[in-house]
């Protein structure tokens, strides 16, 4: 008998669908999947990709977010290959250089998208998804490609912004994915009976917690429309109509119905149950709107870059905080270590800030085609000088606090000297964040002019947010310049776009 590891996440949806097979999965406005229609179309879609004969190959998939995206993932991880989800509204350009570093095997898509597809950089092959999703199952194939992959071969590959203007290609193996979604389930006791509400894109990080929670423990997923995050009283509708009690959104998203007090227009109080958020800070000030409004819901902040499979800490909000105060990322988690080095490489001790590292299962195998910026943030363990151990840097700075708890506190690159002193533009934004009257704000350097440039939503002059600030933080913190916006720029992630706020220094 040959006994084999269930080291694939193809696994867990063979076990939901035999369980719960009439359950909905993955719901879309109008649209819907249940466990066993999720499996047996993506291994119609499995039995397609193998019939090509690719093994461990990147395939891409080029759809509009929805429920049939999700069956391509499935298809693809069923195939023993991975999948690379590319976003049918990134400009050429952008796609044009994913295209470059990925060189796909195989692009899975629809009738109607193919042909922006083949104005790309690609002459490689196309599997039409509504012909794919229905075709003939292989079993014997499907299990023989299961059987011939390994835990650590690649489930996915998310392309980030380089800063090189070369996007990198974070590759996530099976194992990461069964490492962190086994934490999250268990840490928020996830079960058949929960109801997530999807924000994140499906290219984003953050996705990977809905769907594959879902997956696991035949909890029901529902892709919110995206529309909807602009119309908080109509998003919390949706949420109390499907019975939505878990969402897992980045602060801005969060931050939007804050704002608008939406909750007392709708109230969710007897329905949502759990509250996580990940991507940026989530500013003290709305989530103590949250709290007031929703006191018996579980809040919890999680940080991580993607290259640790979406999170690597976490803290559970379990005491007051006052507006000002920043909100702890917390410990990390389950089989996950955090090393916090200074410049010299040392672990950070007391308040020290350094840069947060992190070794374990989750880490990702390096950027896909990429050795240089591979190696530049993937490096051996300083602390370990007697045996090969990667950890990743994040580029993240960060303390503890007197609990033990790390803080947050910018990215490197938002660190400046300015006047001589070291600045940390994030503490500046916690501070204007914490004001009554400022909802969303963003801090840049102007090394040109030499100056710290505060950009916020809203109408309000520098004199008075100085004054206001002054108390928070010292006098060559206060920002030389304040550009008032009607609306802040915000990425394709939901997060405040800082790439289009540098373009108006
Ligand atoms: P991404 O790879 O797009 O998920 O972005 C990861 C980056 O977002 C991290 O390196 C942090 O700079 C930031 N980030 C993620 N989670 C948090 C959080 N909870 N608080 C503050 N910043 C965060």
Redo the contacts with the bound molecule.
């Keep these: 008998m040959v006994i084999r590891m269930k080291a694939n996440v193809t696994y867990w949806l063979d076990e939901s669908a035999e369980r719960l097979p009439d359950k909905t999965a993955f719901a879309e406005e109008g649209k819907s999947v249940t466990f066993r229609e999720l499996q047996s179309q993506a291994k119609a879609v499995a039995t397609q990709i193998i019939g090509k004969g690719l093994f461990k190959k990147p395939v891409v998939v080029y759809m509009e977010k929805g429920v049939d995206v999700l069956v391509s993932f499935m298809g693809a991880a069923y195939s023993g290959n991975f999948y690379s989800p590319v976003d049918v509204d990134m400009p050429a350009a952008r796609v044009n250089k994913i295209l470059e570093v990925l060189e796909p095997a195989l692009v899975i898509t629809t009738a109607a998208l193919k042909e922006t597809f083949e104005s790309y950089d690609y002459s490689g092959g196309f599997l039409l998804f509504e012909e794919a999703c229905h075709g003939e199952i292989r079993e014997e194939q499907i299990e023989a490609a299961r059987n011939k992959g390994i835990d650590t071969d690649l489930l996915y590959v998310l392309f ?1 912004s380089g800063s090189t203007g070369v996007p990198k290609g974070v590759t996530i193996t099976h194992r990461s994915v069964i490492d962190y979604i086994d934490w999250v389930t268990e840490t928020f006791g996830i079960t058949a009976q929960d109801s997530f509400g999807n924000q994140a894109p499906f290219y ?2 953050n996705s990977i917690l809905d769907i594959y929670s879902t997956i696991k423990t035949g909890a029901t997923t529902f892709i919110i429309p995206k529309n909807l995050f602009a119309q908080p009283v109509l998003l919390l509708e949706y949420l109390k109509e499907k019975e939505i009690n878990t969402i897992f959104w980045v602060p801005s998203a969060l931050i939007v119905v804050a704002k608008l007090k939406a909750f007392r227009n709708v109230d969710v109080s007897e329905t949502l149950k759990r509250v996580l958020f ?5 500013p003290n000030k709305q989530l103590n709107v949250w709290r007031k409004f929703l006191p018996d819901v579980l809040y919890a ?6 290259e640790i499979t979406d999170a690597c800490t976490y803290y559970i909000v379990d005491r007051e905080f006052a507006d000002d105060e920043p909100l702890p ?1 917390g410990v990390p988690m389950a089989n996950t270590d955090i090393l916090v080095l200074n410049e010299k490489n040392e672990p950070v001790t007391g308040d020290e800030i350094g840069e947060l590292c992190v070794r374990g299962t989750s880490l990702s195998m390096g950027y896909y085609h990429n050795p240089e910026k591979t190696r530049e943030a993937f490096v051996q363990n300083p602390l370990n000088p007697f045996v090969p151990e990667i950890i990743y840097r ?3 700075l960060v303390k503890y606090n007197e609990y033990g708890e790390i803080i ?1 506190l910018s ?1 490197k690159d938002f660190q400046i000297k300015h006047m001589g002193h070291r600045i940390e533009l994030g503490e500046i934004e916690t501070a204007v964040s914490s004001l009554e009257e400022v909802s969303l704000c963003c801090c840049l350097y102007d090394e040109k002019r030499q100056r710290i440039v505060l950009f916020l939503e809203g109408e309000l002059e520098k004199a008075f947010i100085n004054e206001r600030i002054s108390g928070l933080v010292p006098e060559y913190m206060l920002p030389g310049k304040v550009i008032c916006l009607e609306k802040m720029p915000i990425n394709a ?1 939901g997060k405040i776009d800082r790439v289009k706020l540098k373009e108006r220094l």
Excluded at 278 to 282: I, S, T, Y
């Design positions: 980030t984003f990080d990940c991507g940026e800070v989530m902040n999680l940080y991580g870059p993607t990322i994040t580029g993240d947050y990215r992630n």
